[in-house]
């Protein structure tokens, strides 16, 4: 079964520095988002992005944030300079783009970030 | 106001009974979809049940089931013959608009705990 996959798992990263989280959405889906779950709270929208743009982004995806889908297969959510606020669980997803789907969205494991 | 609510902080069943996890939401678009997602202590988001605003029967899936109220805005899950697998906190989520790209936003979960 197609699934959604993420690298890495974890990462830890000094207070500062860049991150580059990477995502492989489900391959025949066009509909791509990135969620964060803050431990023990509850998921939260980041940003969504369809047809190579930001379709919507949350008051979270600031000028510190910015996705890409660099190619036909990744999708990449970029931290430009990390802040211990940003240590969270990092959720993609992907949705189909069939006219009368649930669009259902597919999450992957996540990658824990940890800001030191 | 909250868009989803989840009253359960917690809810513990004996194996093998029914449980319900209740969750409300707030929406004044005619359109929308609701879902719920089971997260287990390894973290990642699994995908449950779906239930559209425009779906005249609730849905079902195995021992998952969907009490939908439209008109009370709840959508209930119910789970029969509880498992110990079971024990994982649960989310529901909503989704606004029929599009595709529309972002799910979620409760603040229900930690379920399923004994022997």
């Known amino acids: 079964e197609p699934e959604v996959t993420q690298t890495p798992s974890h990462q830890v990263t000094q207070m500062g520095q860049e991150v580059i989280l990477r995502c492989v959405p489900i391959s025949n889906h066009l509909y791509f988002y990135w969620y964060r779950q803050i431990l023990g709270q509850k998921v939260e929208f980041l940003v969504s992005f369809y047809n190579n743009e930001i379709s919507e982004k949350s008051e979270i995806f600031d000028d510190q944030f910015s996705v890409e889908r660099p190619d036909g297969s990744n999708f990449t959510l970029k931290i430009r300079s990390t802040k211990l606020e940003d240590s969270a669980m990092y959720f993609c997803?992907?949705?189909?783009?069939?006219?009368?789907?649930?669009?259902?969205?597919?999450f992957g494991p996540g990658t824990r970030l940890t800001v030191t | 106001a909250q868009k989803i609510t989840q009253t359960q902080p917690g809810m513990f069943v004996q194996e093998k009974e029914a449980v319900t996890l209740d969750c409300t939401y707030d929406?004044?678009?005619?359109?929308?979809?609701l879902f719920w997602y089971k997260q287990p202590s390894s973290g990642e988001m699994i995908f449950l049940i779906y239930q559209g605003s425009y779906d005249q029967q609730n849905a079902t899936e195995g021992r998952y089931s969907l009490n939908f109220q439209k008109a009370r805005k709840s959508a209930n899950l119910v789970i029969s013959a509880s498992q110990l697998g079971d024990s994982a906190m649960y989310f529901c989520a909503m989704r606004e608009g029929s599009g595709g790209y529309n972002k799910l936003i979620f409760g603040a979960g229900t930690r379920l705990a399923v004994h022997p």
């Open positions: 929406t004044s678009d005619p359109s929308y979809g």
């Open positions: 997803a992907s949705s189909d783009h069939m006219a009368g789907g649930t669009y259902e969205q597919y």
